[in-house]
């Protein structure tokens, strides 16, 4: 909202120059325009981080509508579709942005992940193969790397990771995302060393806590790992490693660590509860 004082020295200024040629009301044209410019951009931002995705969605349709030819506004509508989950929408967007004569490279990978989300893996490489290999970012190399491993190509990936992992300082993602193309190729090991890497550096990533479970137990290694974790998140970790445990065929164990996840929760654990009746009934049928 514009001030006042704002508002009245532009109405001012408009009196004053009612009598001049008709090139000074262009010139007042020009500076309204500059000032509306200026109050769209702030709606911008807000409507790009605090406003409600969808809201967002609203606005930058309606403005991109009334002025198609600005890429600020075409690049608003595109990441409020993928803040409110409608990637292929937001791919559509994207789409549009990147033919913009004013696009850039990051607008490229930003099609890409849109493409990702949409479960476009094909779509995705090609937008990515567009980028010139001189334009090296984190989150470009990040989707190079969750690419190759849709595609199988193992070496591709352990490449891209690792010079992700180089290009931020907050590696805890990219290690997870590593470990768990590491645990899908069955190197267990690996897997096991990158989830408890990225815990070290975000022990409050549960994700990494949960997938390193999953690492232990596929080596048939039970035993919840030593890292910080909630009561309810060790519940939560003791039915995953239960799970585990019926999957590999140990029923025994599976029990005693459902029947733990249980008792582990302060509230009552339901989701273990009804694993282990499953478990007990399937086991006396």
């Known amino acids: 909202m514009r001030h006042p004082i704002i508002v009245t020295l532009c109405l001012t200024g408009a009196f004053g120059l009612a009598g ?3 090139a000074g009301g262009n010139e007042v044209d020009r500076a309204m325009q500059a000032v509306n410019v200026v109050d769209e ?30 890429i600020d506004v075409q ?30 490279h990051e607008d490229k990978v930003e ?25 090296e970012t984190f989150k470009r190399y990040r989707l190079e790397a969750m690419v190759a491993d849709a ?24 290690m997870n995302n590593w470990g768990y193309s590491k645990l899908t190729r069955g190197a267990y090991a690996d897997a096991e060393r990158l989830f408890a890497d ?6 409050k990533l549960f994700t990494a806590k949960n997938n390193l479970v999953l690492a232990r137990a596929a080596q048939r290694n039970y035993s919840l790992p030593v890292v910080p974790m909630t009561q309810l998140e060790r519940a939560q970790l003791l039915h995953t490693a239960g799970l ?11 029990k005693g660590l459902l029947r733990d996840a249980v008792e582990t929760h302060p509230q009552h654990f339901d989701e273990a509860v009804r694993s282990l009746a499953a478990l007990e009934n399937n086991v006396r049928g």
Request: charged fraction near 25%.
């Open 244 to 254: 585990s445990a019926v999957k590999q065929g140990d029923i025994e164990t599976a």
């Open 20 to 22: 001049c040629q008709n």
């Open 75 to 104: 690049r608003g509508l595109a990441v409020s579709l993928v803040r409110a989950q409608r990637p292929v929408e937001a791919a559509s967007a994207w789409r549009t942005v990147v033919k913009h004569p004013e696009a850039t």
């Open 151 to 174: 595609n199988k190509d193992w070496k591709r990936a352990d490449s891209f990771y690792e010079i992700a992992m180089g290009l931020t300082t907050r590696p805890a993602g990219v």
């Open 41 to 70: 951009s702030n709606l911008g931002d807000i409507m790009l981080t605090v406003a409600d995705p969808n809201e967002a969605v609203v606005y930058f349709t309606r403005t991109a509508a009334e002025q198609p030819d600005r």
């Open 111 to 135: 099609l890409a992940d849109a493409l990702i989300r949409a479960g476009d893996w094909e779509g995705a490489r090609e937008a990515l193969n567009t980028v010139p290999p001189t334009y």
């Open 198 to 203: 990225a815990i070290r550096q975000d022990n």
